[in-house]
């Protein structure tokens, strides 16, 4: 199992502080995260903010948790993540979900419909653009959102075939699971009858995940299942004990996801250099 944490809270300063802490104390990434969030938080673009972590590490994978594509355009997206990929040797990662009406983004601008069923669409046909632009090759495109023709896009990525792609997957929703089965790993939530919106997944749930895939996947390459949380990390053998199931059922990454309103730059830097989990 690998161990990421995300910049949930802080300046920009304090973000790329954190992915040099990071990587100093052995952590396996480090994620930004994307909203709008069009209001009073301090927020900062992810794509900026990855750029300025790239430049500051050489080991860890960057990403963000989690990118809504569908109110991005997809050619835009490209070359963002072309540039990203080549200025950090390859170790970019784009974790994908649909977003929300929170975000205002969606909610409060006239450019976006926030109805969940079309969030879900552009989010595909956006993927399907990038790994036609990743490929390096010129590409037409005619979907139902998106209209593109002749396009080139170069450099091609340092990672091959492509870039990475998670997407947000809901056990047991076969729709769901089947565009995570499309792409490299799912970051699983549990929508299960009686489970806790947000909640932990246990290893039973993973097991039954990664089954899953192994029953429905077409391609080899690997995959990974991603799984989110919070852990101490002054009590190490506490974590080993409910992190070491989830990573023998099949769980490749935990992501050290710190939202509670109380936590601050300086509550995130404490735990990253406590570092990770070890199982």
């Known amino acids: 199992m690998k161990f990421g944490v995300v910049t949930s809270f802080g300046g920009i300063h304090d973000y790329i502080e954190m992915a040099r802490q990071a990587e100093a104390h052995g952590w ?20 900026v903010t990855l750029g300025a972590m790239a430049t500051v590490t050489e080991r860890i994978t960057l990403g963000a948790m989690v990118f809504s594509l569908a ?5 835009k997206i490209a070359r963002e993540t072309l540039t990203l990929d080549n200025l950090s040797n390859g170790r970019l990662v784009i974790p994908v979900g649909f977003g929300g009406e929170w975000d205002g983004g969606y909610s409060r601008v006239n450019t976006d419909d926030p109805a969940r069923k079309l969030r879900a669409q552009k989010l595909d046909e956006c993927l399907a653009i990038l790994e036609k632009a990743w490929t390096g090759e ?17 450099p091609c990525p340092i990672q091959q075939p492509r870039i990475p792609v998670w997407t947000v997957g809901a056990w047991p929703h076969e729709k769901s699971l089947a565009r995570s089965a499309r792409w490299d790993g799912i970051i699983a939530v549990d929508m299960s009858p009686g489970a806790t919106p947000g909640g932990d997944l246990s290893a039973e749930t993973i097991a039954e995940i990664k089954g899953w ?24 053998d506490g974590t080993r004990d409910r992190l070491l199931p989830l990573a023998q059922a099949g769980a490749t990454w935990w992501i050290e996801s710190r939202w509670d309103e109380q936590e601050t730059a300086a509550s995130l830097l404490k735990r990253i250099r406590e570092g990770p989990p070890q199982l």
């Open 213 to 236: 895939m192994e029953a429905h996947r077409t391609a080899s390459n690997p995959f990974e299942i991603v799984v989110e949380g919070v852990t101490d990390g002054a009590d190490v």
């Open 138 to 154: 010129p590409f037409d495109f005619h979907g139902t959102h998106y209209q593109a023709t002749n396009l080139e896009f170069r």
């Open 71 to 75: 109110r991005r355009r997809p050619w």
């Open 28 to 47: 396996d990434g480090i994620f930004a995260w994307d909203d709008i969030c069009i209001g009073s938080r301090e927020v900062f673009d992810p794509w």
